[in-house]
């Protein structure tokens, strides 16, 4: 990726994290960057894209850090964890990554990206069935249902819809689906 890319798609990252998305202009990104108002768009066709770049990156974000060793269990419950603290640390950048009326799903990088995420959610939930757990569904049935399931937790804590201890609140999720 070449740098000024790169340093279009930090720019813009950033702004999203201090001020949200509504601030993610092209011509905020490019004076923010230092450069001339168009030059993103020699590297972007447009807003839609560059947004997808950053969503791409917080997909990255999301399924690229280790898990624990342990049993394929633990390493669910720790995969289902991180994906919840993930939303708490990064609202915005969580947020814009579901927005599909703000990010083009068919770009190529985000859609690889969002699909790496998934599958390594596929395969953890595959692996735990392996061991006898919850193996009266399907594993797409299972991930996306638990997916759903840690994706509304996270937006409600988020949104101000549980006032719960959030702790508390993952664990009876977790404990649902992963009794």
Not at 46 to 58: C, D, I, K, P, T
Request: proline share 4%.
């Amino acid at each position: 990726m070449p740098d000024l890319q790169h340093r279009l798609i930090a720019t813009a990252t950033a702004l999203l994290a201090e001020e949200g998305v509504e601030a993610v202009t092209l011509r905020r990104i490019a004076k923010d960057s230092g450069v001339s108002h168009s030059a993103p768009l020699r590297h972007f066709s447009g807003r839609a894209q560059l947004l997808s770049a950053v969503a791409a990156e917080g997909f990255a974000a999301l399924g690229g850090g280790p898990l624990p060793d342990g049993t394929p269990h633990e390493r669910l419950l720790a995969a289902c964890r991180a994906y919840v603290a993930f939303a708490l640390e990064n609202p915005a950048l969580f947020e814009l990554m579901f927005r599909h009326d703000l990010v083009d799903t068919a770009e190529p990088r985000l859609a690889a990206a969002a699909g790496a995420v998934f599958s390594r959610f596929g395969a953890l939930v595959a692996a735990a069935q392996a061991t006898g757990w919850r193996d009266d569904a399907t594993e797409d049935a299972l991930a996306a249902s638990l997916w759903a399931a840690l994706h509304g937790l996270a937006g409600l804590r988020l949104w101000n819809g549980v006032s719960t201890d959030l702790g508390q609140a993952l664990a009876v999720t977790l404990g649902a689906y992963l009794a």
